[in-house]
């Protein structure tokens, strides 16, 4: 027995309905393909990554050093004029602890990921990134951090590239 929707025309299908197979329904899954560019800053900054090594743009303009890496400066509003190699050291400029998984689940253990200012790079500028061979208890904003990278044989050219950033002692 199927029950109808005053405020709507129509009929309503009900679960019985499609158990009984009164409608005639077909099922289909999207192949979807697609391709992107990661364009000239970005696809620098993940081959340094993948050599070991973190890229920024100047801007003689501004003055700054950006990373990730810019090809056009947001404050000068101008083309951004080269590479810099940055050192895998910087501190820590804020960071959060995190009890529960992205599904909202409980963590056995925290996760700590923070925002480190690269050394080299202008004030503020750094990379949202994980702390690691920390406790809690223990990270302070200001912290100095080094990047802790995977094997060489085992870098894709991806930010994941940097296991984490661990402290380097002191302030």
């Known amino acids: 027995m199927s029950s109808k929707v005053s405020r709507y025309p129509g009929t309503e299908v009900t679960h019985d309905d499609i158990e009984a197979n009164s409608y005639l329904m077909t099922h289909y899954q999207a192949e979807l393909k697609y391709a992107w560019t990661s364009g000239v800053a970005t696809g620098r900054y993940l081959k340094g990554l993948k050599e070991g090594e973190i890229w920024g743009r100047r801007c003689d303009g501004c003055g700054r050093v950006m990373v990730p890496p810019r090809m056009y400066c947001e404050l000068c509003f101008r083309p951004t004029d080269g590479w810099v190699k940055l050192r895998d ?16 689940s409980r963590r056995q253990d925290p996760i700590i990921v923070a925002v480190v200012e690269v050394d080299g790079a202008s004030p503020m500028m750094g990379i949202l990134h994980l702390l ?15 990047a802790v990278w995977k094997k060489v044989e085992d870098r894709s050219g991806a930010i994941t590239d940097i296991v984490h950033f661990r402290p380097l002692g002191g302030r």
Do not use: C
Not at 133 to 146: C, F, L
């Open 132 to 146: 690691g061979e920390v406790d809690p208890e223990d990270v302070k904003i200001g912290m100095r951090v080094q």
């Open 89 to 104: 050291t910087g501190r820590v400029v804020t960071y959060s602890i995190a009890y529960v998984n992205f599904d909202a």
